[in-house]
């Protein structure tokens, strides 16, 4: 393993002093590309800060220094995740020139873990059973497991996906079955709801494939996991290799810019390279392309092939390339707005506004509660309800009893009272009787007339139970010695 600082001096340069680079790495707020194709024999390599303002006209690269003793990245696939709390980078494959020489060259199948930190990186080679190859796209899944399928081979065909666990450092090698689509080299892989979708490029013989042909690899399916759909164009669409792909921010549709329609080749001067559709979009529910319309255009010579792009706070950054022309001028980045219902090709790039951490709360006396006992369950809230009702009846009988007794002994006592007075008293309640006021004679009955307004009960002693009076009054007859 050895260590590659990252410098903090800004560095520039001009378009002509940069080429390809196949793959922008997003890590964190920081795009991480290297320059894959370098003619001066060294891998480079850059950083751009996307938590500040910058322009295209100055975006301010932080180059990353001391990368002579790095492995030569050229045509290599690069893939990125989080890891233990920081940032890994996967580098597979590529081209190592023989003497310095680019245009004579052997493949590999060398692989790399390259560990992001702060101020350095750090590379750790690892095994790779996969046949040396170049021009590969890689993918890491929500998983953890990186998908590497096809590129150029140079020893023989191959057409089995190479899948490797990031997480315990295992290949597992996934042989055709059920529907296989040819090799590619130079397409674009992009990843979606555990669906790889993989877009123009070109066939092992050269040829390039036709666009419209989608090629699907379903990471969820243990069997036949491949499928391809083709797709419908209004407008003429172009076939492409050397060009990028972005999930746009609405989740549905691929943007596709830039990139070449045909090989260069020296010998044949007359062949048009240029991609007059350069910006395009596939819709992946009704996998149909249309060609993006922008505020304003690009120029056709400043339409890049072999450039990296990501997509960031609303914005498609894309950033070196190669060109069909020479211009020092060129700008390093472009900056495609898509914010708006119509997108834009801006120069400003805006930084997201941070979210500003709440405030540390004070800490707060503890609280004392008062230990509750857990809820009872329904059959003891059912039983304690009907207990309840039970004990609230029993006191209202007991009331009743108790108010009737108290009634019938108040009854008792006053005919007691009335006894006591007159012993010789008879009672006949409820009869009316007429009494002569004028009679003196001591040997007349005396008659004592009293008005109540207490009903004298059923069965009461002494009671005469009487249909025919209903007056409510009582009488005591007294009768005289002399009673005829």
Not at 129 to 153: C, E, F, H, M, N
Not at 258 to 278: A, H, V
Request: with cysteine; charged share 15%; glycine share 4%.
């Amino acid at each position: 393993m050895f260590v590659i600082s990252i410098s903090s001096v800004q560095s520039f340069y001009s378009s002509d002093e940069i080429s390809g680079a196949e793959t922008g790495i997003l890590i964190d707020n920081k795009v991480i590309i290297f320059d894959s194709y370098d003619f001066r024999n060294a891998t480079t390599a850059f950083s751009l800060d996307l938590s500040k303002n910058w322009t295209t006209f100055t975006p301010g690269f932080t180059a990353i220094d001391n990368l002579v003793s790095a492995p030569t990245f050229y045509f290599t696939a690069f893939s990125a995740q989080k890891k233990d709390n920081h940032s890994v980078i996967y580098a597979f494959g590529g081209r190592i020139p023989i003497n310095g020489n680019f245009s004579n060259f052997n493949y590999t199948n060398k692989f790399y873990k390259i560990d992001v930190n702060p101020s350095s990186f750090s590379f750790s080679p690892l095994d790779s059973p996969l046949q040396a190859r170049s021009s590969v796209q890689s993918v890491i899944d929500d998983q953890g497991k990186l998908y590497i399928w096809g590129g150029y081979t140079y020893i023989s065909e191959d057409k089995a996906m190479y899948i490797f666990d990031t997480f315990d450092s295992t290949w597992n090698q996934i042989l055709p079955s059920g529907y296989v689509p040819d090799q590619r080299k130079l397409y674009t892989s992009t990843f979606k709801d555990g669906k790889i979708y993989y877009i123009g490029g070109a066939y092992r013989t050269s040829e390039v494939a036709d666009i419209r042909q989608i090629l699907i690899y379903d990471t969820l399916k243990n069997a036949s996991p491949w499928s391809s759909m083709m797709a419908t164009n209004k407008t003429e669409i172009s076939n492409r290799i050397f060009h990028s792909a972005v999930l746009a921010p609405d989740n549905i549709s691929i943007i596709i810019f830039g990139g070449m329609k045909e090989f260069y080749n020296s010998r044949n001067s007359s062949l048009d390279y240029t991609l007059y559709d350069y910006l395009i979009t596939l819709n992946l529910e009704q996998f149909e392309f249309s060609e993006l319309k922008t505020l304003n255009k690009l120029s056709i010579d400043d339409i890049p092939a072999r450039h990296a792009a990501i997509i960031y706070n609303n914005f498609m950054i894309v950033a070196f390339g190669i060109y069909e022309t020479t211009n020092p001028t060129r700008k390093l980045v472009k900056l495609l707005d898509l914010s708006q219902k119509e997108y834009n090709w801006v120069d400003k790039y805006i930084a997201p506004t941070p979210t500003p951490s709440p405030p540390p709360s004070s800490p707060s006396p503890p609280r004392l509660t008062t230990p509750t006992s857990p809820t009872p369950p329904i059959k003891i809230i059912v039983i304690s309800t009907i207990g309840s009702l039970v004990f609230v009846v029993a006191i209202v009988i007991g009331f009743i009893f108790f108010y009737r007794k108290k009634h019938r002994n108040e009854q008792t006592a006053i005919n007691s009272n009335i006894l006591q007075t007159r012993p010789n008293t008879v009672l006949f309640p409820n009869i009316p009787v007429i009494v002569d006021q004028q009679n003196t004679n001591p040997n007349t009955p005396e008659i004592i007339c009293q008005q109540t307004t207490t009903q004298v009960p059923f069965g009461y002693p002494y009671a005469h139970n009487d249909p025919r009076t209903s007056y409510g009054h009582s009488l005591a007859f007294k009768p005289s010695s002399q009673f005829p």
